[in-house]
Each structure stands twice: as structure tokens, then as C-alpha cells.
């Protein structure tokens, strides 16, 4: 599909040229022309008006101007040939580089909708299964309607999960989809802090935090998912009990930093490149026997809505020796206030 594309985005291309060139040829044919004849007759005039030697002046003739002309048109016809072949080679450069960001996009997007339809279609497929089983059944067993009732439901819970996270990335894709207003980041922090708490009751969370004053304009909203992603990970991928997790936030003359450490497992060096890719899982965790559970969306997320402000994120880690994620977001996020 895109070679073709290249083929035709490069026949406009080149098109597009030899269109100009010959324009331009042509007037500067007839210029030339023009000007030749009238500035050679207009010379053996002005020799002869001056009392020279009229037999000794030479005139153009119709045939030497032919002459000449001719000599013009073959130069324009090899300046043409010329830029025909420059151009077509061009063209084709062009036309390659214009839809190279395409094709990776088109390439992307059809690997992402292959790995959003098999996590979709693996929880229905298991309640399709636990569903056929319950009505081949004669005799209904509660028991099993009960359990085959539960288990439907966690793969209803999945698919929501998921599903979520799906309409949270397409939001994240424009910054006009952004509602930014004046944020406190520590109390942001905070209140995420909390929340996760909250969340894993179970666990015995011990947060650090290293902080400077900061105000920020931006969607609460989207911070505070950044900030969970974050957390989120952290927590799952410690086993120590209690969980230490230390952040940093400083400032500099470049904009506003977000460092986020752990103790955890670490991602080994052959899954880094790869944790901002959708649907991506570490490895490291499998090889130590770890079952983390989520869908390979959460850090891509987060790269995403870091973009929108024209920030980086970076992780540094080693398997067992813990992970650092660090968060750089410009000047442009700071409110006056701050």
C-alpha cells in the first residue's frame, strides 16, 4: 500500500517540477531570444550611426539568430533533462521521508488494535466458555452457576479495566483535551499517596518525600494519573514488606523534576527499551517468579500524557537493586504563584 503511495507522491513531485522547470524555460527562451536579437541589432545600428565602417559591420543575419536560438533550445532542453533525473531522484527521497511517519504510525496502530483485540477477546472467551458449560448442563448446579457467576464477573471487571484505560489514552492524545488550572504538586502527591493507602491496605507502604514548593497550571486530573502509574508500579513491583518509596521534586532553571525511586525487583536491560511500548510486560518479573497483573498500559500512558506538556520521562533500573523513574516537565507548567 505505500510503496505505490511513494510511486504516486513521487509522479506528483516530479510532475509538480518539470511544470515549473518548463515554464521557466520558456520564458527564458523567449527573454532570451528577445534580448539577444534586440541587443545585437541595436549595437551594428549604433556602429553605423557613428560613421564607422558600415561594410565592415557585421548584421545578424536570420540565419545566424536561427542559429542561436537553436544553441538556446538544446541548453534548456539538457538543462531539462537534467532536472528531470534531480528531480525524480528527490522526489522519491521526499516522497519516502513525507510518508515514513505515516507508515510508522499505520504500523503502530495495527500492531496496537492486534494486541488491544487479543486482551479484549481472552476474558470473553473465558466467559463464553464457563457460560456454554453451565447450559450444556442438564441438572444445574449451584455451586458451579456460582462460581462460573463470579468468575464472569472478574472478567467483566477486566475488560472495564481495560476498556478505561483505552479512552484514557485516546483522551491524551491533544492538549486541547486538557482542563488545566492551579495545582499544589505536593498536595497532589498527597492525596495520591493516600489513595494508593487506600488501596493496598494490605501492604505496609512507607513513603519519602523530598520536596520544594511547587504550583502548577495544569489538569489535575491528568498529574494525579501520571503520579498513580508511578506509584502503582512502584508498589507492585516491591515484595519487601515494609515498601519504602522515596520522591524527589526539585526545580531548576529548565523546568520542574519528579523522581520516584523504589527497591523493587528492577527491570532488566533487555526490557527497558521496551517499557513505553503498549502492552508491553517485563520479563524481570516473571524470571523471579512475580506475578504482577495489568495490561502494559500504564507507562505508555504516562509517556503520553508527559508529551502533552513537552516533558521527558526516563527509567533507570537494575534487576534487583530497584527502579527510578524520573519525570521532566518545562518551565511552562509552573504557575505565576509559584
Not at 542561436?68 to 537534467?82: A, K, P
Not at 508527559?306 to 524520573?326: H, M
Amino acid at each position: 500500500m505505500f510503496r505505490s503511495a511513494i510511486f504516486k507522491l513521487t509522479f506528483w513531485y516530479v510532475l509538480l517540477s518539470m511544470g515549473l522547470s518548463l515554464l521557466l524555460s520558456v520564458a527564458v527562451y523567449h527573454f532570451a531570444s528577445h534580448e539577444l536579437t534586440e541587443g545585437l541589432n541595436n549595437q551594428s545600428r549604433a556602429l553605423v550611426s557613428n560613421d564607422y565602417d558600415a561594410d565592415n559591420v557585421r548584421v545578424i543575419s536570420a540565419r545566424e539568430q536561427s542559429r542561436r536560438s537553436s544553441q538556446l533550445s538544446s541548453d534548456l532542453l539538457y538543462f531539462n533533462i537534467v532536472v528531470l533525473a534531480g528531480s525524480t531522484i528527490a522526489s522519491y527521497i521526499l516522497a519516502r521521508r513525507t510518508l515514513r511517519p505515516i507508515e510508522d504510525t499505520h504500523r503502530l496502530q495495527t500492531r496496537f488494535i492486534a494486541e488491544a483485540s487479543h486482551e479484549l477477546r481472552t476474558p470473553l472467551a473465558a466467559m463464553r466458555v464457563d457460560t456454554e458449560s453451565i447450559l450444556r448442563e442438564k441438572r444445574k448446579d449451584p455451586r458451579k452457576m456460582q462460581a462460573a457467576l463470579e468468575d464472569n464477573l472478574k472478567d467483566i471487571v477486566r475488560l472495564e479495566n481495560l476498556t478505561d484505560h483505552l479512552l484514557q489514552m485516546s483522551r491524551y492524545r491533544e492538549y486541547s483535551a486538557l482542563s488545566p488550572e492551579t495545582v499544589d504538586l505536593q498536595a497532589l502527591v498527597h492525596d495520591t499517596i493516600a489513595q494508593l493507602k487506600r488501596q493496598y491496605s494490605d501492604r505496609k507502604l512507607h513513603f519519602v518525600i523530598h520536596s520544594v514548593p511547587a504550583i502548577l497550571f495544569v489538569d489535575p486530573v491528568a498529574i494525579q494519573q501520571l503520579l498513580t502509574i508511578i506509584f502503582d508500579n512502584a508498589i507492585k513491583y516491591s515484595q519487601a514488606d515494609p515498601t519504602t518509596i522515596t520522591t524527589t521534586i526539585t526545580r531548576s532553571k529548565s523546568g520542574l523534576s519528579i523522581g520516584v525511586s523504589d527497591t523493587g525487583i528492577g527491570i532488566s536491560a533487555e526490557d527497558q527499551p521496551h517499557i513505553f511500548e503498549h502492552f508491553y510486560r517485563s520479563t524481570s518479573a516473571k524470571n523471579q517468579g512475580t506475578s504482577v497483573g495489568g495490561y502494559g498500559l500504564g507507562l505508555p500512558l504516562a509517556k503520553d500524557i508527559v508529551d502533552l506538556y513537552g516533558g521527558t520521562i526516563t527509567v533507570s533500573s537494575a534487576v534487583g537493586e530497584g527502579t527510578t523513574v524520573l519525570v521532566s516537565l518545562p518551565l511552562k507548567v509552573l504557575s505565576a504563584h509559584s
